[in-house]
């Protein structure tokens, strides 16, 4: 079946260093694919998304590009701040009634 | 921000009691979702409906059961609740745009069963 695979936390930064967390997938047909992030002691907020292959999803800073040849989506932040500090979840529509299919999430700690 | 509440927020009960969850939502989405949340496993669907009174499994649903007799709530029951049903239940709805769609959250309910 589908199934997204994330790499392992925790992760530690200095503020204004570079972020990179790594997601790969496994899908029949063409999935949305999304990063969600969750503040402590909150919900899911989506962070960004991407539809289609190549396509880049971009918020707050965060990016990341739709790889079909690779099938990878990883996530990318040029200088990250303490205030990035979060859980961080890849995630893939995972059948035709909208279910979504997660990573097991990365937890990332930005130091001062 | 989809207007998802939940209720209630945090609860513990005892083995064996059932409990009932509720998902509340104000933007008349159809399509919602119960997922739980656990260490090193992510988010998991447990339940979801398509319209009122339309329900299927997700990947663990064992255990529980829902109702939606209203658009805008959406009912998760563990009719005999166990110590691993312990964790973090969280709602969510379907918005669609066009030919993509997004999944917005509530704030979740954490439950301990002792």
């Known amino acids: 079946g589908d199934s997204v695979t994330q790499m392992e936390g925790p992760v530690t930064l200095s503020e204004e260093a570079f972020l990179t967390i790594n997601c790969t997938y496994t899908a029949t047909g063409y999935p949305s694919l999304f990063w969600y992030v969750q503040y402590p002691g909150e919900g899911l907020q989506l962070l960004l998304k991407?539809?289609?292959?190549?396509d880049k999803g971009s918020n707050k800073g965060f990016e990341a590009t739709y790889r079909k040849e690779t099938t990878s989506f990883h996530l990318e932040k040029g200088s990250v701040q303490v205030s990035d500090s979060a859980v961080y979840f890849c995630?893939?529509?995972?059948?035709?009634?909208?279910?979504?299919?997660f990573g097991k999430g990365t937890k990332l700690s930005v130091k001062p | 921000d989809a207007g998802i509440t939940q209720s209630p927020r945090h609860k513990v009960t005892e083995t064996g009691t059932p409990v009932t969850l509720r998902c509340h939502q104000t933007e008349n989405h159809r399509y919602m979702y119960w997922y739980r949340q656990d260490p090193g496993h992510g988010l998991r669907l447990i339940h979801y409906?398509?319209?009122?009174?339309?329900?299927d499994k997700g990947e663990v649903s064992d255990g529980y059961s829902v109702s939606r007799s209203k658009t805008e709530d959406f009912l998760l029951t563990l009719e005999s609740a166990t110590s691993s049903q312990t964790s973090v239940y969280f709602c969510a709805t379907l918005e669609a745009h066009g030919s993509s769609y997004e999944q917005y959250f509530g704030p979740g309910t954490r439950l301990t069963v002792t």
């Open positions: 409906s398509y319209g009122v009174k339309d329900t």
């Open positions: 991407a539809t289609k292959a190549d």
């Open positions: 995630a893939l529509t995972g059948g035709s009634q909208g279910n979504l299919i």
